[in-house]
């Protein structure tokens, strides 16, 4: 498949904002790639050169993308950032340069599929001396051979801002429709993906073996699984009743979410992150633990990573384990405040996929598997058929200063990447307050006003997730609660992702100061859920939605372990406000 082709079908994507016409218009892009091109472009499409979870940085800084330009057209380097300056899109200026080029076309080869990939990469792994410049050579050896409109993808790719606004879930149901004709098949290749996290091997198998391939995809060593989510209810009753009269009941951490992947042979272990990023780095004394603790010689294990303290017996606040994100110092952070992993779960055991295997047998085989640690610690659970028993299991955990609580059910399957009530939370509710926070994406933000003029900052407009759209749906326009250090770095890191217009999956009426690129998640409190006809969450071609009241931002900054697809789902706003009425009505 030629490079010209992807560009023309990245432009009409660009053009469109209905999710079905990009669903049609990636089905038959996707249709044109045979076998071996489908993984490439399919990580392309999404902005990236392989599944998230490896981390591959783009690796081109902008100024060496517009000396890259300067070359491959013959403009001067000012006049590249002059025009970059009245376009505010890299992309737009290799394509006006290109277009204009002072240069004679030298070459008349044209780009495809598999050798625009393989360029990227070897840009994106160019690293040492002289980098910069055998980087630079490489994308003016791209741009000589482009057309203006690709190089207005090259450009983007190359910088990591492609951005097409595709979620995950439209490039599912594109596939579908490619293999299929229809969206149905969503099922199928979805369950693929929550297994091995990589939408560009889900692609690759369907080219190949079809849905039945698919389905046969298994759970791998050091291809994270799509972390199982767990539903709310607001009693012990309901809970009880939900998960046919017994249940599990598992102390609720608030640390950082850790799935450990562990070779003993090859002594290697990869720890992932809720979000699926590689947490390995930063939990050296649980990486360190899991090759001696653990009873096994390849296993997957998950649990929360949480700073405790052994001898007292005391948990830290998250905003203690969250230090361990950063990328100095973690050395003397795992003497200083060291880190335990309460396991919970066993997803692979040996080369036996645990994921089938119901909840009670996954458990009792983690526990043997971790007996007698120090590091990695069974969480704390009891099982129960009484809400009473329930509840102070409950009480005991919050005396303890835990979140709360999860029950799981004793017989289900673990269920990756959904939200099901096979997993249950309950946090402590506050007067007058939603028991949870929920989790939100940033999508524009306001100017401050008054005293906050001289940040230049006044608040966020914040959306939640439609799952079943694939789209950002404004839920409440945070106001107050910042400290001048969050108004600063909001302000600075928004303004890197700032948009012209609305961005193409947001769903909003009302208009912020500045759209931003939906790209980060923060936890906000509220005191209650109330419908409003301001917001478009859960409007759903009425006249109202639902709306947050009186929110604060309770996560130190923006949460780094979550992405816009892990924020709170309508669904779930839908929920909590049905929720919050049966607590009203028991409350009287
Ligand atoms: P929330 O983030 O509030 O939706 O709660 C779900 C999160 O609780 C999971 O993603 C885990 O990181 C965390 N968690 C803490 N303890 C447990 C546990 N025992 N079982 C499952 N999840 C837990």
Not at 496 to 521: C, H, L, M
């Amino acid at each position: 498949m030629l490079f010209e082709e992807v560009a023309y079908y990245y432009e009409k994507l660009e053009s469109v904002s209905s999710r079905l016409a990009m669903i049609d218009i990636m089905a038959e892009a996707l249709g044109k790639a045979d076998k071996k091109e489908m993984r490439p472009l399919i990580y392309m499409t999404q902005g990236l050169l392989g599944p998230p979870f490896e981390g591959i940085q783009m690796g081109i800084a902008e100024k060496f993308a517009q000396q890259a330009i300067a070359s491959a057209t013959g403009f001067t380097k000012e006049e590249v950032a002059a025009n970059a300056k009245k376009t505010g899109d890299l992309g737009n200026t290799a394509e006006e340069l290109t277009r204009k080029t002072k240069l004679k076309r030298m070459s008349s080869k044209k780009h495809n599929v598999l050798s625009v990939y393989e360029t990227l990469l070897k840009i994106a792994s160019t690293s040492g001396q002289g980098s910069q410049e055998a980087k630079i050579r490489s994308a003016v050896a791209l741009l000589t051979a482009a057309s203006p409109l690709e190089a207005r993808y090259l450009i983007r790719l190359a910088l990591g801002k492609l951005r097409l606004g595709a979620g995950d879930a439209t490039i599912l149901e594109a596939l579908s429709k490619m293999s299929t004709g229809e969206r149905s098949a969503r099922a199928e290749l979805e369950n693929a993906y929550n297994i091995c996290s990589d939408l560009g091997k889900v692609g690759e198998v369907l080219a190949e073996s079809g849905i039945k391939g698919v389905e046969r995809i298994k759970v791998s060593l050091f291809n994270p699984i799509r972390p199982a989510l767990a539903e709310r209810l607001p009693t012990a009753n309901e809970i009880l009743e939900k998960m046919h009269g017994k249940c599990a009941v598992e102390s609720k951490y608030d640390g950082l979410r850790a799935q450990v992947h562990l070779d003993k042979g090859k002594k290697k272990v990869e720890i992932f992150s809720r979000n699926l990023e590689k947490l390995t780095p930063m939990l050296p004394e649980i990486a360190k633990a899991a090759l001696s603790e653990v009873r096994a010689e390849r296993a997957i294990i998950e649990g929360e990573a949480i700073a405790y303290n052994e001898e007292t017996g005391e948990f830290r606040p998250f905003q203690e384990t969250i230090q361990r994100k950063r990328k100095h110092g973690i050395d003397e952070l795992s003497v200083s405040m060291p880190l335990h992993l309460f396991a919970f779960d066993l997803m692979f055991l040996d080369g036996e996929d645990y994921l089938g295997k119901p909840y009670h047998e996954r458990r009792a085989k983690l526990e043997s598997l971790i007996k007698g640690g120090k590091t990695i610690l069974p969480s704390g659970r009891v099982i129960v058929d009484k809400p009473k028993e329930l509840d102070k299991y409950f009480e005991e955990q919050i005396a303890d200063g835990l979140e709360g609580i999860v029950a799981k059910e004793l017989n289900s399957p673990y269920v990756a990447g959904a939200r099901k009530f096979s997993w249950i939370k309950l946090k402590r509710s506050y007067r007058g307050e939603l028991s949870d926070t929920v989790d939100l994406v940033i999508v524009g933000y306001y100017l401050g006003r008054g005293a906050r003029a001289e940040f230049q900052f006044g608040g966020l407009l914040a959306a939640v997730y439609n799952n079943k759209k694939d789209d950002f749906e404004t839920v409440t326009r945070i106001g107050t609660g910042f400290s001048e250090e969050q108004m600063r770095n909001f302000k600075k890191i928004l303004d890197k992702i700032k948009k012209p217009g609305k961005p193409a999956r947001v769903d909003s009426i009302v208009t912020p100061d500045f759209w931003v690129e939906p790209t980060y998640v923060v936890t906000v409190r509220a005191d209650e859920i109330t419908k409003s006809p301001m917001h478009t969450c859960g409007r759903d071609g009425g006249d109202t939605g639902y709306a947050l009241r009186f929110p604060r931002i309770v996560s130190d900054g923006v949460r780094e372990d979550k992405s816009p697809d892990d924020a709170t789902t309508t669904k779930e706003i839908i929920e909590m406000y049905g929720m919050q009425k049966r607590i009203k009505v028991e409350d009287k």
